[in-house]
C-alpha cells in the first residue's frame, strides 16, 4: 500500500481562523431566490415565504458571510426596486440571465433571511449601468441612523435598527465581456477608487472588495489586479478572486489536482498586491476575498440551452449535479483556502441553493444535500482555532496538466481554548488506498473523537431527485492514535476530516 507521513508543529500557524472564510453567495439567478430560498406556497414558509427546511440545511452546511445579490445581476440592478410594499415593486427584465426579476425578494427581505439563517450580509454595489451616488444612498437606506431621508425611508418601511453591513464588493466581474458596463482595468480602477473613497467617507470602517479577475485564464489576469490596485490601493480592503473547475475530456486525474491552479491563482494575486504595496510606498496588505468559488460545469452550461429567447421567472438554470470526485475536488479546494488562510480572509462558495449549490430544492416538495455539501459543513463545524500548515511527505502521480501532483493534500486545525484539533485530508489516487501516519504529538491529542470519509466505489455518484441520500458521509474506518501518532488508511478519491481531543 502506498504510505504518506505528515507532521505537525504546533508553532508553524497559518493564522487565526476567521470564519468568513466559510461565507456563501446568493445571487438572483435562476432558481436560488425564488424557488429556492423563497417559495411562498412551500408548506415549511414562514411568513416572509422563506421556506424553514432551507433555513435548516443551510444552518447545517455552516455557512456564515453570504454575498448578495450578484453576481452578474447586480450590474443591472435598482436596489430601490427591492424595498418598501411588496405590492408596487416592479417586474424588470434581468439582463444578465436573461429573466424576469419580480423583486419580492430584496434587501429587506434578504436581510430578515440572514437573521433567520444566523449570517453575515456581504453587500455588492452596481457598478455596471450605475455608480457613486447609486453606492451611497444604498449606503445610507442600509447603514444609516434615524434622521437622514433614506435612513428613514428604511425605517418607514419596518426596518429600525440599521443593518451595519461591514462589506461591500464594488461591483462584480467587471473585467468580463459578458458583464453589463464591462470596463478597462484603467477606468474601472477609477471607479472603484472614486466609489470606495465616497463610502468610507460615510463609514471609515468599511471593508471594501475591488474586482480582481473573474478567472485566471482571462487574458488580462494579473495585469489587472496591478491596474485596478494602483488606481485603488489606498481607499479598498480586499481584492476578489473568482474561480470555478470542472473535469474536462475525462481527465480525472488533473481535476483531482485543481486545487493547484487554486494554490498559483492565490500565488499570483498576492505578488501582484504585494507589488502594488512596495510600489506606492503603502503599509497596508490587502486580503483576498475569494468570493467565488466552485465546481462549475461551465462548458456543458455555455453549450445548453436553458438560456432562450423566452423572459421567465426563475427558470432552471446552471442546476449542476455532483458527483463525489466533485466533493472530493471542493474539499480540496476548501484545504487550500485554509493554507493560504493568511491572504485568503474571505471566500464564499458560490452559490448557496439550486444554482450550482451545495443544496437542491423541488417546488412544492424535497430539498437535499448535495456531494459538496458534506466537505463543506463538516470542515465548517470541526475548524477552529487557529489554521496549521502541516508538513506533508508523499509521492505523486503525473497530470496532464499540472505534471506532478501529490496524491495527499492536507490542512489542520488547532484550539488551545478547548485542547480541540482537526485534521482534513484527500486522496487523488484513483486507484489506491493510502495509509497516512500522522505524528499529532505537538497537538496534545490523546483520542479520536470524530472520523468520517465521503467516497465510494463509484466516484461519479451522485444525489438527485430521485435519489436523494445516495452519497454521504461514512467512518473513516481503522483510524487509530497511540502515543502521539495518528494512522488512517484514505480510500482512492475520497476527502475526510478527524476531531481530536
Ligand atoms: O456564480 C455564477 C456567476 O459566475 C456570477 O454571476 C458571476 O459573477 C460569475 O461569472
Not at 246 to 251: T, Y
Not at 345 to 374: C, D, H, K, Y
Not at 378 to 404: H, N, W
Request: some cysteine; aromatic content about 8%; charged content about 20%.
Amino acid at each position: 500500500m502506498t504510505t504518506a507521513r505528515i507532521s505537525i508543529d504546533r508553532t508553524n500557524v497559518v493564522a487565526p481562523l476567521n470564519r468568513r472564510i466559510f461565507g456563501s453567495f446568493v445571487e438572483h439567478l435562476g432558481r436560488c431566490v425564488y424557488d429556492g430560498i423563497y417559495e411562498p406556497g412551500h408548506p415549511t414558509a414562514n411568513e416572509d415565504g422563506f421556506r424553514l427546511d432551507v433555513v435548516e440545511l443551510v444552518k447545517e452546511l455552516g455557512t456564515t458571510t453570504i454575498r448578495y445579490p450578484g453576481g452578474n445581476f447586480v450590474s443591472g440592478y435598482k436596489w430601490e426596486d427591492g424595498v418598501g410594499p411588496r405590492q408596487s415593486r416592479p417586474v424588470r427584465r434581468d439582463l444578465a440571465w436573461h429573466s424576469l426579476e419580480t423583486n419580492q425578494v430584496g434587501l429587506e427581505e434578504f436581510g430578515r433571511w440572514c437573521e433567520l439563517t444566523g449570517s453575515e450580509l456581504m453587500m455588492a454595489v452596481n457598478l455596471g449601468t450605475r455608480g457613486i451616488a447609486e453606492a451611497l444612498d444604498l449606503l445610507e437606506y442600509a447603514n444609516g441612523e434615524a434622521g437622514t431621508a433614506l435612513a428613514d425611508q428604511r425605517i418607514a418601511n419596518g426596518r429600525t435598527e440599521p443593518y451595519d453591513i461591514r462589506m461591500w464588493c464594488l461591483g462584480n466581474e467587471m473585467d468580463g465581456p459578458w458583464q453589463i458596463g464591462h470596463m478597462t482595468s484603467a477606468d474601472y480602477g477609477k471607479i472603484a477608487a472614486r466609489t470606495a473613497s465616497a463610502m468610507k467617507t460615510a463609514d471609515k470602517n468599511l471593508e471594501l472588495v475591488v474586482c480582481g479577475s473573474s478567472g485566471s485564464a482571462m487574458p488580462t489576469f494579473g495585469e489587472w489586479e496591478r491596474v485596478v490596485l494602483e488606481e485603488s490601493y489606498d481607499h479598498v480592503d480586499y481584492i476578489s478572486c473568482h474561480a470555478y473547475y470542472q473535469e474536462r475530456k475525462g481527465d480525472l486525474g488533473s481535476y483531482l489536482a485543481s486545487s493547484m491552479e487554486m494554490k498559483y491563482f492565490i500565488d499570483t494575486v498576492v505578488a501582484t498586491a504585494d507589488h502594488v504595496k512596495h510600489r506606492l510606498r503603502s503599509q497596508k496588505t490587502i486580503q483576498l476575498s475569494f468570493d467565488e468559488w466552485n465546481i462549475w460545469y461551465l462548458d456543458e452550461h455555455q453549450a445548453s440551452e436553458e438560456v432562450n429567447d423566452e423572459w421567465r421567472i426563475a427558470p432552471r438554470q446552471l442546476e449542476d449535479v455532483y458527483s463525489v470526485a466533485d466533493a472530493v475536488v471542493l474539499g480540496n479546494l476548501l484545504i487550500t483556502l485554509l493554507q493560504n488562510h493568511d491572504r485568503v480572509t474571505s471566500a464564499s462558495l458560490a452559490q448557496l441553493v439550486n444554482v450550482i449549490a451545495p443544496i437542491m430544492t423541488e417546488p412544492g416538495g424535497a430539498s437535499w444535500r448535495q456531494t459538496t455539501f458534506f466537505p463543506f459543513s463538516v470542515t465548517s463545524r470541526l475548524a477552529r482555532g487557529e489554521v496549521l500548515r502541516p508538513r506533508i511527505d508523499v509521492g505523486s502521480y503525473d497530470t496532464a496538466v499540472y505534471g506532478a501532483a501529490p496524491l495527499v493534500d492536507s490542512v489542520v486545525t488547532a484550539d488551545a481554548e478547548t485542547g480541540t484539533s482537526a485534521v482534513f485530508l484527500v486522496n487523488r489516487s484513483q486507484t489506491e488506498s493510502i495509509e497516512v501516519t500522522i505524528d499529532v504529538a505537538g497537538l496534545g491529542a490523546t483520542s479520536i473523537t470524530e472520523a468520517v470519509t465521503l467516497h465510494d466505489a463509484d466516484p461519479y455518484a451522485k444525489n438527485t431527485f430521485a435519489e436523494q441520500t445516495r452519497v454521504g458521509l461514512s467512518p473513516l474506518a481503522g483510524a487509530i492514535l497511540a502515543d502521539g501518532t495518528l494512522t488512517v488508511t484514505l480510500p482512492p478519491v475520497s476527502w475526510s476530516a478527524l476531531a481530536l481531543a
